[in-house]
């Protein structure tokens, strides 16, 4: 179990359903857990559509609708937590169809404790944590190939770079993304590509000490190394080029240098409207 707190949602329509599952999280050993609790199937969407928790606890009964039908609205509206389905039933058709529709787990109310509700929680982050992982390394092979497909038909570098920001928008939550081609002369980035999902105001050039600034005090090394700087708290932020770039509506960023040989030729900002939102 992770050392920091876990931050754990029920969807439950019964009281003394709720009361159990915050003794049996108390029992838990070594343990620290934050339960929420939401009592109907329109607050579970709201709160599962904002992915604030670590781990979702859904009743599959829900007086309007089902844990199921909750469990897909979830996951189809952006839901990447964990959604571990709580039944009455023990019917092996609704748990099937649970984990064909994304579920996590799911527990028969009556037939679990602690130490079984403490099991499928860790497996359920644990599993969730290596899909995504996989996800991810796919992702990037995929991207990479596209790009290489890209540079390997077109001749001009804005179609190519539109392209990779075509891709980093399709495989990864972006809602902003741009290109900055670095000239070393001048000792200014110009503004080479850009998309956005927002109207969000930009700059089209940049000199390099705000592109050295962002990284701290290794400045120039970090960019020669191609180390990345993530900002997950725009409105936090020293760094004047974030601060110019994005002055509404960003929460979050990732600055990425690129590299020919050791030499920065280039920038790619990638952004979110909401904070913290590389972090899953």
Not at 18 to 47: H, M, N, P, Q, S
Request: with cysteine; proline share 3%; charged share 25%.
């Amino acid at each position: 179990m992770d050392d920091r707190r876990l931050k754990v949602l029920l969807v439950e329509d019964d009281e003394d359903d709720y009361i159990l599952t915050r003794e049996y999280l108390a029992e838990i050993k070594g343990g620290d857990f934050e339960l929420d609790w939401v009592a109907d199937y329109d607050a579970g969407l709201e709160a599962l559509r904002k992915d604030d928790h670590d781990v979702f606890l859904v009743d599959y009964r829900l007086g309007k609708g089902n844990g199921l039908e909750l469990l897909r609205a979830a996951i189809s509206g952006g839901c990447r937590a964990p959604i571990i389905l709580l039944t009455g039933l023990g019917d092996h058709k609704v748990d099937s169809e649970a984990m064909r529709a994304g579920a996590a787990d799911y527990l028969v109310k009556g037939q679990f404790d602690a130490q079984l509700l403490e099991r499928s929680i860790h497996h359920s982050i644990l599993r969730k944590r290596a899909e995504r992982d996989l996800h991810q390394q796919l992702t990037r092979i995929s991207l990479l190939n596209q790009i290489t497909h890209a540079i390997s038909e077109r001749v001009d570098l804005e179609s190519v770079l539109n392209v990779v920001l075509g891709q980093l928008e399709l495989h990864l939550p972006v809602d902003y993304g741009t290109v900055y081609l670095f000239d070393g002369q001048a000792g200014i980035l110009s503004q080479a590509a850009s998309r956005l999902k927002s109207p969000l105001p930009t700059a089209h050039l940049i000199s390099f000490d705000e592109i050295a600034l962002p990284f701290g005090e290794t400045g120039l090394a970090a960019c020669s190394t191609g180390e990345l700087l993530y900002e997950p708290e725009i409105a936090k932020t020293e760094s004047p080029l974030l601060r110019r770039l994005t002055r509404t509506g960003i929460g979050s960023a990732v600055v990425v240098p690129m590299m020919v040989e050791k030499n920065l030729f280039g920038i790619l900002i990638a952004a979110r409207t909401r904070g913290n939102g590389f972090s899953t």
